[in-house]
């Protein structure tokens, strides 16, 4: 199973190594490029996704900020999250360019420019865990765990689409997963589920290892 749009492509993921791994990082200015930050700035890093045009969006918690970085290494913008700006599990980028993470109450989306095209309120998260990660749907709309029982999806424009529940008793045990048709799968402590991008239930399978033959 794969998340669309969550791969960081070859070109942009060597992008970032050079600029901000090995510490480098550009002004607004697209013609300099300033020293290395100090030493453990790089620490910082939490996460990052590639866009289709290859633009890099990184995540920086210290600056509670996101910065995107052109295939030439330029800062094309930066933004301040709202709130508190702690971001949990990791950004997804949709087909349309636009970048979706989740934070404690809150689910953004930020437009290719930089702007906040989005956002809705969730259910405030009990840990940090990565099952809170985004999916991004075929549509450029994204799917995310309200709660580790409880799913909701919204479109490209932020209109909530569907909600379901995981069966009885069940809990995310991993982020959902959109395949390539379209489909969402969750994973829970017994059953994966598949849903249609519609959210209407597709099928559903124990994950109990088969019992051994008499």
């Known amino acids: 199973m794969s ?27 697209p013609a300099t490029v300033v020293p290395p930050p100090p030493a453990g700035a790089t620490s910082a890093l939490r996460s990052l996704v590639a866009r289709p045009d290859s633009v890099a969006v990184i995540y920086l918690p210290s600056e509670r900020a996101l910065r995107a970085v052109s295939p030439r290494g330029v800062e094309l913008w930066r ?23 989740r934070t404690v109450t809150r689910m953004l989306c930020y437009g290719a420019g930089g702007e906040l095209a989005w956002s809705h309120e969730l259910p ?56 390539r048709d379209g489909t969402i799968v969750a994973v829970g402590q017994q059953f994966a589920v598949a849903l249609h991008p519609d959210g209407k239930a597709a099928w559903q399978t124990s994950l109990a290892a088969p019992r051994a033959a008499r």
Do not use: K
């Open 3 to 29: 998340r669309t749009g969550s791969r960081v492509m070859p070109r942009a993921r060597n992008i970032l190594l050079s600029l901000w791994i090995a510490g480098a990082a550009c002004t607004d200015d």
């Open 79 to 101: 933004v301040t999250l709202p709130g508190s700006g702690r971001v949990i599990g990791d950004l997804v980028v949709a087909p349309n360019s636009a970048v979706y993470l």
């Open 124 to 179: 405030a998260a009990a840990s940090a865990d990565r099952l809170y990660t985004p999916a991004a749907m075929t549509n450029s709309g994204a799917v995310v765990a309200a709660t580790p029982q409880h799913l909701v999806a919204f479109d490209h424009r932020g209109v909530q689409m569907w909600e379901a529940d995981l069966p009885l008793g069940e809990s995310l045990v991993a982020p959902p997963s959109v395949l």
